[in-house]
Each structure stands twice: as C-alpha cells, then as structure tokens.
C-alpha cells in the first residue's frame, strides 16, 4: 500500500535554532536515506514558506489566485512523503520515525488506487 505522510509544523519552532529543532532538522536526511534503503520511500519534498504560497480557485468558469494559503493557522503543511507500507500500522510506525513528527504532526493517508471502484459517500 502507498501513502502520503503531510508534515505539518510551526516553523518559529522548528527554525527556532534551539537544540531540540537543529537535531530534528539534521535528522531527515538520515531517516530519508533509511527508508529509501528499506525500499519504503517513494519520494517526497519540503515546501517554501507559506509567505510564497498563493491559492487558486475557479468559479464559473473564471480562474482567480490570492497571494498566501488558503487558511490562516499557526502550523503549517511543511512537506509531504510518499511511503510504501504493508498495512496501516506499519505506515504508522513509518510516520512515527519521520524526525519532524517530534515538532509537529503527521497526518497519513492513503494514495488513491484507481484500480479500484470510487468509494460511495
């Protein structure tokens, strides 16, 4: 199974420059490399700043962007990583070891398999 990990943080603590945020930071590169050789990562990317987000949206047919995210909140949607894992409690246990879980949050979905049927709301 495949999932996105969506890294969500407040930066003012993770690039606060305290000991606890520069071990986290300089943690990733290692835990990424661990799962690429585990042959569970399957890719991912840290995101800019919310600063130079801006947000689209088309209604009646008319494309409109906002400079900035689409909600005002502390934390912030950091990064994403893709993983591959057996079952849900292993992509858990993958979350739980990425070093930004420490700071902040990781929220864990499933990627969408377009072999099956559309799921029924």
């Not at 000991?19 to 986290?24: F, G």
């Not at 909600?71 to 858990?92: H, V, Y």
């Not at 700071?103 to 049927?117: A, H, N, Q, Y």
């Amino acid at each position: 199974m495949q999932f996105a990990c969506l890294i969500y943080f407040d930066p003012k603590r993770v690039f606060d420059g305290s000991a606890e945020s520069n071990a986290v930071l300089a943690d990733v590169g290692p835990h990424n490399e661990a799962l690429r050789a585990a042959g569970q990562w399957l890719g991912g990317h840290a995101l800019v700043l919310p600063n130079e987000a801006f947000t689209v949206e088309v209604r009646d047919g008319k494309a409109s962007t906002t400079d900035g995210p689409f909600m005002e909140t502390r934390e912030m949607l950091g990064g994403i990583t893709l993983i591959e894992a057996d079952s849900r409690e292993a992509a858990a246990e993958i979350a739980a070891g990425i070093p930004f879980a420490r700071l902040g949050k990781i929220e864990v979905r499933p990627l969408v398999d377009f072999s099956k049927p559309r799921p029924k709301l």
